[in-house]
């Protein structure tokens, strides 16, 4: 079997490796546009701020090493331009000559990631505004503040990467002001919780601006909805990420509602013989069953190893996304899984909450600290829907905990009888998860 991939990164890469693992002998072929593969994004803050202090730390492979070890072609600087399904051919763009030549396939995955949306507003497209999406674009940014040293940065969105920059560059000395749209930070937080966030940002000298979007830069200041104006020598546009998807477009695989490319329970598209997966592909609800698409590295990697056991032979189907994530805002880390309050209600869903505000582990042991655990059951069924913790430590443990409980089907009351380990630097011999438990009866 002759095996084409698009994208070198997270998906990409992870599908090709996965492939070979399971068959010695399957032409495989990568291509992707950018001139780095299977980095970690999720590491680019980190190296901005200088926690992290060898850029190439991030660098997990290279195609060199990807061809001696596994006997994987990977074509850097090399765009798949077009799909022509019915010959099942790739058109390639060698980014660096011009030339274009076909290839064909007898598989096609597809793991195209997205792209960071930088909003037409005036004075968007100058050099000091940037976006984080890359190892190039973390290496602009990196170099922008090392030679241009920048005092005032404005970040516009208070996702993950905002906040995650956020630290990072306060790390790095910068005055920060922070700009969202919402009149909460980090939606994918119930309210309350969010604004522990919130004040842990301000406790950390970040202006918060809520309610308000940039209306216009120029080289010295930002100019905000609400009037007020931010000087500003470095704008990071961290608003949000449109899945790529043209190529699958224009061979006319649809997309679905949330604007990922649409899959079966296989990870195919509406071509058997072509698979999308990771941020740009759509996949479902794990509760709810409605169309969702998660854009972290996990499902990405997940997803990788479904469609290589496909193609090998070995079906197994998706089973739905919890949305299951972790960001740590200076010294509180947050955590979630499932549905907030806000999906909750919009689905009109009947659910009840239980919140549990205690130590991480024992109090009297000298490391602990304060955590909120709080989670949302359905008071019939008694299923869970969804849990979110923040706090100093341990936060990630207590959603991965109930994030599998979720993905068991546990329902409420079966946690406080989770046998969940325990010495005093680690939890309780009543862990906050059983915790949960009682308070729910
Ligand atoms: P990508 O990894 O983006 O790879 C897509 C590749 O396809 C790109 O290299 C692109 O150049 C290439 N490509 C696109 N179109 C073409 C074409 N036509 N021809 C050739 N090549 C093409 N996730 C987490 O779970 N936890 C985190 O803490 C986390 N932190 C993050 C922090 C940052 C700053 C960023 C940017 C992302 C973070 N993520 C995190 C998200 C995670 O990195 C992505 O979800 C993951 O990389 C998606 O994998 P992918 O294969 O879908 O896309």
């Not at 980014?95 to 005036?122: K, W």
């Not at 931010?230 to 899945?243: E, H, Q, T, Y």
């Not at 072509?274 to 169309?291: K, L, Q, R, V």
Request: hydrophobic share 40%; glycine share 8%.
């Amino acid at each position: 079997k002759k095996v084409l991939i698009v994208g070198a990164v997270a998906g990409g890469a992870t599908a090709a490796g996965q492939l070979r693992f399971y068959d010695k002998e399957m032409n495989i072929t990568v291509y992707d546009r950018d001139s780095t593969m299977s980095y970690a994004a999720c590491g680019t803050p980190y190296v901005i701020g200088e926690v992290i202090k060898d850029e190439t730390s991030l660098l997990m492979t290279d195609p060199e090493k990807f061809q001696q070890k596994r006997n994987i072609k990977v074509k850097l600087e090399h765009e798949v331009v077009e799909i022509f399904r019915a010959e099942k051919k790739v058109r390639v763009r060698n980014l660096n000559t011009g030339e274009e030549f076909d290839d064909s396939y007898d598989v096609l995955i597809l793991s195209p990631g997205g792209s960071a949306i930088r909003p037409e507003i005036e004075g968007s497209q100058q050099k000091h505004v940037f976006t984080l999406r890359s190892y190039g674009d973390m290496q602009a940014i990196h170099s922008y503040i090392q030679k241009e040293k920048p005092l005032h940065c404005v970040i516009s969105g208070a996702g993950f990467i905002g906040l995650e920059m956020a630290e990072n560059l306060k790390h790095l000395g910068l005055e920060v002001d922070l700009v969202h749209k919402s009149s909460a930070i980090l939606s994918i937080l119930d309210k309350d919780l969010s604004q522990l966030l919130h004040a842990e940002l301000e406790k950390n000298d970040v202006r918060v601006h809520t309610e308000t979007v940039i209306d216009k830069i120029d080289d010295r200041h930002v100019y905000l909805s609400d009037g007020k104006i931010l000087k500003a020598d470095f704008v990071l546009m961290s608003i949000g990420l449109k899945p790529n998807t043209i190529l699958a477009e224009s061979a006319g695989l649809s997309l679905g509602e949330t604007g990922g490319i649409r899959t079966n329970e296989f990870m195919q598209t509406d071509d058997e013989s072509i698979y999308a997966i990771g941020d740009a592909s759509e996949n479902f609800d794990f509760i709810t069953g409605d169309p969702k698409r998660v854009p972290l590295a996990w499902p990405a990697h997940r997803q990788a190893f479904l469609v290589a056991q496909h193609i090998v032979g070995n079906p197994i189907g998706k089973k739905g996304l919890l949305g299951t994530s972790a960001l740590k805002v200076f010294s509180l880390d947050a955590a979630m899984t499932g549905l907030t309050e806000t999906a909750i209600k919009e689905k009109g869903l009947n659910a009840q909450t239980v919140t549990h505000t205690g130590n991480s582990n024992a109090g009297y042991y000298p490391d602990h600290e304060k955590l909120t655990l709080k989670v949302h059951y359905h008071p019939e069924t008694r299923q869970i829907l969804g849990a979110q913790c923040v706090g100093g430590k341990g936060v990630d443990k207590r959603i991965d905990v109930l994030a599998t409980a979720i993905f068991g089907g546990l329902t409420i009351d079966d946690l406080q009888a989770l046998e969940l380990s325990y010495a005093p630097p680690f939890s309780s011999p009543k862990d906050p998860v059983n915790m949960i438990g009682y308070k729910a009866f």
